[in-house]
């Protein structure tokens, strides 16, 4: 098979879909790299690294996405990108076609093969090219809270771990999921105090057993909420509730009565925050102040550290790549019921449920 991977074109996304050590093993694999060159520059992977892989650079996109049987990205297809769509493509990428008609409709009118990252699940219901992003999201939530503690960005002065004869910083984590386990881990690492609140006794059960007794865990509730900001230095926002917006678990009068220059990181705000006074900001312009409490609520962190979120998420999407380069879309499917689901679009058709009905399109299933 032909693997084409362009260079991202969406503002400010600096990853890339494929990385050297997967040109090489589908190389051995027998199959053709194409990469479009620079796609790798974001990510501090040049084309040098590409080319000792065994790929072979292209100047233009449209030679990339013109000769490939699969093109890997890493975001959806921006509009200047649907004149590359044709029928018979493959394409792998976080798509997120729910509330994207118009792209949804290029797709199917061209009859393009679209297999979204997101919806790749497996038997035990995890969602594992979302995980990686989360990983990253979570562990640079603690780092850059740490960041904004310091007075001269904006935060109370506060270092994480304090040092000896001086207390360390509470740091409170709304959600212990993913991104809420990763945070806790760097928070702990760094020596601050932390505290865990999910709705779940069982996570709890589970986190107490995993931090062995070294974090609180709380089980949640408007009060208990209510009571552990009033101490904290930074909170952390990283609930989830799958397929919904996240509950706004922390009204204002909340953020009100918390420290001055105490620092909140709403991780969850790409489903719309769990701080009522939460609302999304951009690398360029990351916080802003609520009665005097930093805010910090950028819907892509994972972007602020493209090499390692690329890294993570080819981990990631490498294996399911290299199911599809050798055995083909149908016989992948069959095999991979976890591919399967993966599948958006196919031949003209939405074969996504959940895309189907957000956007009243007919739904056909997925026959491999
Ligand atoms: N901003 C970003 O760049 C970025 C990057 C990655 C992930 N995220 C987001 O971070 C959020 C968390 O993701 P995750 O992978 O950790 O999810 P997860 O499903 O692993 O964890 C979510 C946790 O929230 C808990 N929860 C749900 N309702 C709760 C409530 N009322 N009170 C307390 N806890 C509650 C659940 O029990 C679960 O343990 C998601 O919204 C995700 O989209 C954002």
């Known amino acids: 098979m032909i693997i084409g991977v362009p260079k991202e074109v969406k503002d400010h996304e600096s990853r890339v ?20 060159t620079n796609a790798g520059t974001g990510s501090s992977i040049p084309n040098e690294e590409y080319i000792g892989a065994g790929a072979t650079i292209l100047d233009k996109a449209t030679d990339v996405w013109g000769r490939a049987d699969l093109v890997i990205k890493v975001k959806e297809p921006q509009p200047s990108e649907y004149a590359y769509f044709r ?57 850059i809270g740490a960041q904004y503690l310091e007075k001269p960005n904006g935060g109370r002065g506060i270092l994480l771990g304090g040092v000896p004869g001086v207390a360390p910083a509470n740091v409170v984590i709304l959600g212990g999921g993913i991104v809420g386990t990763n945070a806790a881990k760097m928070a702990l690492g760094l020596g601050a105090h932390v505290t865990m609140i999910d709705r779940s006794l069982k996570r709890l059960r589970d986190l107490d057993d995993i931090f062995n007794g070294q974090v609180v865990t709380l089980a949640s509730n408007t009060w208990t909420i209510g009571e552990t900001l009033r101490t904290a230095d930074l909170a952390i926002g990283a609930v989830l509730i799958p397929g919904a917006s996240a509950p706004k678990l922390v009204r204002r009068e909340m953020v009100s009565a918390m420290k001055p220059g105490a620092v909140v990181v709403d991780v969850a705000i790409d489903q719309g925050g769990c701080f009522e006074t939460a ?54 499917c069959r095999k991979h019921p976890s591919i399967c689901a993966g599948v958006n679009t196919f031949n003209g058709y939405v074969t996504h449920n959940g895309v189907a009905e957000s956007q009243g399109r007919e739904y056909r299933a997925m026959t491999a």
């Open 17 to 36: 879909g494929l990385v050297p050590s997967g040109v090489i093993a589908l190389r051995e694999a027998g199959h053709t790299v194409l990469v479009e």
């Open 87 to 143: 029928p018979g493509l493959i394409l792998f990428t976080y798509l997120h076609l729910a509330p994207l008609p118009e792209l949804t409709g290029r797709l199917l009118e061209t009859k393009v093969t679209g297999v979204a990252y997101e919806t790749i699940i497996e038997p035990d219901g995890s969602l594992p090219l979302l995980t990686p992003m989360s990983e990253v999201a979570g562990r640079l939530s603690v780092q």
């Open 279 to 332: 609302h999304a900001t951009t690398h360029t312009e990351p916080i802003y102040f609520v009665d005097g409490v930093l805010h910090y609520c950028v819907s892509n962190m994972p972007a602020a550290v493209p090499h390692t979120s690329t890294f993570a998420l080819t981990n990631a999407t490498f294996p399911y790549l290299m199911e599809l380069a050798n055995n083909g879309l149908d016989v992948a």
